[in-house]
């Protein structure tokens, strides 16, 4: 299999100016580059640029996928929308971890499959996970506890780590947090045990008629200067740092309840974890062995009566046996063996079992020089 590397970065706050395209232009000649991403794949060759310095300088979101089985995913913020010592609660290992430069937080997500060799194309893998950006900034920390995970299932935390608050919804996933436990390979049974530790999202309705009595909190020219904000802003800042600051101030029952809820340990949910898999499987099997014995009993009786609609002709089907036989084709020996099928399992039914047998020999004798029927017999069991 040849090499295949996927590069895709993409900015999102704010469009690439002029210089920043022809800057990265010098870097490739035939990359797709626009306003708002740079685009290029790899057959042969490497990347000439320094992914930890384009994060830093010109965008918000990075992925890359190679077919010896490393995925990556980069997400940067304002430090005012996620602090630094809040990723690193999350994110502390090889596999994801959080590092900031210039009031901007930078996200780091590596998945890694010894395996490789797998068929993988980069395109829309980031357009399906970049939602994930845009919940992490207004408060939703179940993208970092999926790093959580991640460093769990790879090794990166010792069996006594504990895990850090359990945010709420995280057996409620949306579709960008589907699709990214699906690109770092989470595992779903690890994503499950931890989830239900994990309250519900909150009502959407009910959240609006606190945000309405918080709004109401505030002086006149505050109130103003926020909604000038919110209707001369050029991008989603003002709104998501409104958000964030509700949820800072106002969500304090969620905080508690994420606070207070008994915190286990990185070994207790990969146990967790192997026992559901172990059930799973069990019950698969199960489910299995039952489906099969219902085709088996449907088989059965269907034989029964395909044997009962037959009995009584065996005369006639020995005759219709050496008929197609002597046509020696192909096709005919398929329906003679089918026949005499038949035919033993009715010999079986009235206890002529022997009789069948003397009878089959013969015709074996009598058409040694055809191999290929002859082989057909063999592998009907006859």
């Avoid at 310095?53 to 979101?61: G, I, L, R, S, V």
């Avoid at 809040?86 to 890694?112: N, Q, W």
């Avoid at 044997?307 to 005759?319: D, F, S």
């Avoid at 079986?348 to 058409?367: M, N, P, S, T």
Wanted: charge should be negative; glycine fraction near 6%.
């Amino acid at each position: 299999m040849s090499e295949y590397q996927y590069y895709e970065f993409q900015a999102i706050d704010r469009p690439l100016t002029e210089k920043e395209i022809r800057e990265l232009r010098s870097y490739s000649t035939r990359a797709r580059i626009t306003p708002t991403s740079f685009v290029n794949d790899y057959s042969w060759g490497n990347f000439r640029g320094d992914e930890d310095a384009w994060m830093e300088k010109y965008f918000d979101a990075f992925l890359y996928l190679a077919n010896w089985g490393t995925r990556v995913l980069r997400l940067r913020l304002p430090s005012r929308l996620l602090d630094l010592e809040t990723a690193h609660l999350y994110c502390s290992g090889e596999r994801a971890f959080a590092r900031e430069k210039s009031d901007k937080v930078i996200l780091t997500f590596v998945s890694e499959d010894e395996q490789g060799g797998e068929w993988v194309d980069g395109e829309d893998s980031l357009s399906s996970i970049i939602s994930v950006r845009a919940e992490l900034a207004r408060g939703d920390m179940r993208c970092l506890y999926l790093g959580w995970l991640l460093c769990a299932q790879s090794g990166d935390l010792d069996d006594d780590d504990v895990e850090p608050p359990v945010p709420p919804g995280l057996g409620q996933l949306s579709a960008s947090l589907d699709s990214l436990v699906a690109f770092l390979r989470i595992d779903t049974d690890l994503l499950h045990v931890a989830a239900r530790a994990s309250q519900p999202m909150g009502d959407a309705r009910q959240k609006q008629e606190e945000i309405r009595k918080w709004v109401g909190k505030f002086q006149a020219d505050e109130k103003d200067n926020m909604l000038a904000r919110l209707i001369a802003a050029e991008d989603l800042a003002p709104a998501t740092e409104l958000l964030s600051r509700f949820i800072r101030e106002c969500d304090q029952e969620g905080q508690r309840t994420a606070e207070q809820t008994r915190r286990r340990s990185a070994g207790e949910l990969l146990r967790s974890a192997e026992e559901l898999t172990e059930e799973r499987r069990l019950l698969a099997a199960k489910k299995a062995t039952e489906e099969k014995a219902r085709r088996e009993r449907e088989a059965a009786i269907l034989r029964a009566k395909h044997l009962n609609e037959i009995a009584g002709r065996e005369p006639g089907l020995w005759n219709e046996v050496e008929n197609l036989i002597s046509t020696k084709q192909p096709k005919s020996y398929d329906s003679a063996v089918k026949l005499l099928v038949d035919l033993r399992d009715l010999a079986a039914r009235k206890g002529k079992a022997d009789e069948f047998r003397a009878r089959l020999d013969a015709i074996c004798v009598a058409q040694a020089r055809k191999p290929s029927f002859i082989e057909r017999l063999r592998k009907a069991g006859l």
